[in-house]
Each structure stands twice: as structure tokens, then as C-alpha cells.
């Protein structure tokens, strides 16, 4: 990864955590235990503060920004779908947030929540636990069920071995020039998407 100090400040990533050699982080940058950041990942750390707790994972080409001295927060267990941006935020723990979502500044995502791809949460938004958010502009939709929150969590764990796959087995390479005969498949944990009903 690129990693930028500024101002005094310089990022810090736990040993347990893997960071994409593309993705970006400049400055107040907090990457907890067993997290998770992808390829082309932004962090700006800039102005505000950017914190992803322990199990947290942001996906390809995220972006986390804040306002000056402002906390952009992925609360434990958090998980960031590829193309969200996340400005001066709180994503609670266990929570989710869908593909190419964006959750603005002061917004506090209820913990075990999901905010479905391509919302649009206004700034200062706010919801309760265990909720399904959606629109643009988005709006409580109605209440998780136990096995939508069970659903979400073991995708989090699927990131979480992610992670411990790409620090001990993730290795550049030049490609080939075609399949090999019988090409073998990555292990299949079982895990399949579950679309979130409204």
C-alpha cells in the first residue's frame, strides 16, 4: 500500500490486518486487528480522523474522508461494500453498508444495520439498530430479521479469512497465457448472495 505521513501524523495498521499494496493512506489513518482494506481503497486522513476497528473490512475503491477534526468510524465487524463512500461517519458494529452507497457526514448507521447499494444517507441520519436502509434519500425501510443479521455476519467472517488468505498466500505473478487443463477453483465456503427484501 502507499502509505502518506502528514502533518506528524502517520498511519497505523495492525500486524493482523491486510492492506491491498493499491489502496491509499494518508495520515490519521486507524486500522484495527483481522481488518480487511481492498484494492484502491482510499483514506484520507487528511482533515478528520479515519478509524476501521478490529474485523472491519472496506472493499475495492472506497473512499473514507471527513471534515476537519471530524471521526470517520466502521465500528467493529463493519462491512463496506466495493464503491461506498464513507464521510465523517459512524457505521455501528456488525453493520453493513451495499455497493456504491454513500453515508454523509454525522450520519450514524444503527449497529447490525444494513444500507442497501446505491443509497444516499443524508448527512445527520440516524437510525436504530437491526434496520434495513434504502433510497436516495434513504429511509428506514422496516426492521433486520435475526436471520438477515446471521446472513450478514457470516459474509463479515468471509472478509476476515480474506484477510489471513491474502497475508499469507497472496503473491504477485505475471499471468498466464491461457487456462491450464483441469484449472482448479478457489475452496468454496458455501456462502451465496441473500438479497435484504423491503
Not at 31 to 56: N, T
Request: with cysteine.
Amino acid at each position: 500500500m502507499t502509505c502518506y505521513s502528514l502533518d506528524g501524523l502517520t498511519p497505523v495498521i495492525d500486524p493482523t490486518a491486510y492492506v491491498h499494496p493499491s489502496a491509499v493512506l494518508i495520515g490519521d489513518v486507524i486500522i484495527g486487528a483481522h481488518c480487511y482494506v481492498g484494492p484502491l481503497a482510499s483514506l484520507r486522513g487528511d482533515f478528520g480522523r479515519i478509524i476501521l476497528e478490529e474485523g472491519a473490512n472496506l472493499q475495492d475503491t472506497c473512499v473514507m474522508h471527513g471534515f476537519p477534526d471530524s471521526d470517520t468510524v466502521i465500528e467493529r465487524n463493519g462491512h463496506i461494500g466495493h464503491g461506498a463512500v464513507l464521510h465523517g461517519c459512524r457505521i455501528g458494529a456488525d453493520a453493513l453498508v451495499g455497493m456504491n452507497a454513500v453515508v454523509m457526514d454525522a450520519a450514524h448507521i444503527g449497529a447490525r444495520s444494513i444500507v442497501s447499494a446505491t443509497a444516499f444517507v443524508k448527512a445527520g441520519f440516524t437510525c436504530p439498530e437491526q434496520s434495513l436502509v434504502m433510497g436516495a434519500p434513504a429511509i428506514i425501510k422496516r426492521q433486520l430479521s435475526d436471520q438477515e443479521v446471521a446472513w450478514k455476519q457470516a459474509g463479515t467472517r468471509e472478509y476476515q479469512e480474506l484477510a489471513q488468505r491474502c497475508l499469507t498466500r497472496l503473491q504477485e505473478c505475471e499471468p498466464l497465457a491461457e487456462p491450464e487443463p483441469d484449472r482448479p477453483r478457489i475452496s468454496d465456503s458455501g456462502f451465496r448472495p441473500k438479497a435484504a427484501s423491503s
